[in-house]
């Protein structure tokens, strides 16, 4: 985790997550399992979770749970009552087959509520979040759209920050960039909300329309600096993170994905935000600032 990322995390605090109000009397004692806890949503899952009267159990590598390990998984999820569940890559990604065996052993070991993250409109994803129906659980998926941290965490802030410039496979379709303080509140309202979104798959989306031009056009003013976005073809962005080190059959998935993703079937919002949490998501605008505070997008 970046210095950046840890200053711009450490400015969230605990009430910044709404939720729903009061999780009912059961819902506040319990245990919940987070993946990822360490990543983007899962640190706020936690927050927001222990802001809602959670106890939360932690999973990350350094806690010694790994996806890729099974006998990891059932000491981490003996005792929880639910968990959230974030795959590391992604759940139509070729080793998301991993997501469902946990799904199960979960519900072997007693765990009664499983929130599963998921990407809107991603076709690739859908055998998994069928598996996860048919797992036993009490189950709820939630599907995203793009991250606004995509812009200030993970890997395209390196490229961003250092060299002013993010080179993506975005072109001019228009997203509607979510913020991940929103996408933690409403697994945290499905985490605590009894059987109301149990079976449900919300869709949540932030406000407003952007091309990732002009959302990096958004953060250059909240960062008072140059900033630049540089549209390339899927494919040509595959080749760029073949030369960083990902592996061949992650760039293909990859590929596809972003191809799929991003040919305009998910330019339009989504009404889950409002539906779980009764208010309206974070604005992009209100984002970029609180980052650029932080000094993010500080070279
Ligand atoms: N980016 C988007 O716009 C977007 C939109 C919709 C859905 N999604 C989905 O979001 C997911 C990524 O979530 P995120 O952005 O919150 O995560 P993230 O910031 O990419 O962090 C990945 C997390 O997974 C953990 N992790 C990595 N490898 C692991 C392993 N082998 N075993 C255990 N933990 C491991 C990491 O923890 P440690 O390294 O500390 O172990 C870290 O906490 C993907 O499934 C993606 O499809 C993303």
Redesign the pocket.
């Known amino acids: 985790m970046t210095q950046q990322t840890r200053d711009t995390r450490r400015t969230e605090t605990a009430t910044e997550y709404s939720g729903t109000g009061r999780p009912a009397a059961d819902a506040a004692r319990a245990t919940v399992v987070v993946?990822?806890?360490?990543?983007?949503?899962?640190s706020r899952v936690a927050a927001a979770a222990r802001a809602a009267g959670l106890t939360v159990r932690a999973?990350?590598?350094?806690r010694g749970?790994?996806?890729?390990e099974e006998s990891t998984w059932q000491p981490v999820l003996r005792g929880a009552d639910a968990a959230y569940l974030?795959?590391?890559?992604?759940?139509g990604a070729p080793d998301a087959p991993d997501a469902v065996r946990l799904a199960r052993t979960a519900v072997g070991v007693g765990v009664r509520r499983l929130v599963l993250?998921?990407?809107r409109g991603e076709e690739q994803a859908l055998p998994t979040e069928r598996a996860l129906a048919e797992s036993g659980a009490r189950w709820t998926v939630v599907r995203?759209?793009?991250?606004a941290q995509?812009f200030s965490?993970?890997p395209l802030l390196a490229e961003l920050r250092e060299g002013g410039e993010l080179v993506f496979a975005g072109g001019a379709v228009r997203a509607p960039f979510v913020d991940?303080r929103d996408v933690a509140d409403v697994v945290v309202a499905a985490l605590t909300g009894g059987d109301r979104y149990a079976g449900r798959t919300p869709e949540v989306s932030g406000p407003r329309l952007l091309t990732f031009g002009e959302a990096v056009a958004e953060v250059s003013v909240a960062a008072g600096r140059e900033l630049r976005y540089r549209a390339v073809a899927p494919r040509d962005y595959g080749a760029r993170l073949a030369g960083f080190g990902v592996p061949p059959e992650e760039v293909e998935f990859l590929v596809g994905l972003f191809a799929s993703l991003l040919d305009g079937r998910n330019a339009h919002v989504s009404d889950g935000v409002r539906q779980v949490l009764g208010r309206a998501p974070r604005d992009f605008a209100e984002f970029a600032q609180k980052a650029a505070a932080a000094g993010t997008w500080r070279p």
């Not at 974030?86 to 759940?91: E, L």
């Open positions: 993946t990822g806890a360490t990543g983007r949503t899962g999973a990350s590598r350094a749970f790994d996806w890729r974030v795959h590391p890559s992604d759940v993250l998921s990407a995203s759209a793009w991250f995509n965490e993970g991940v």
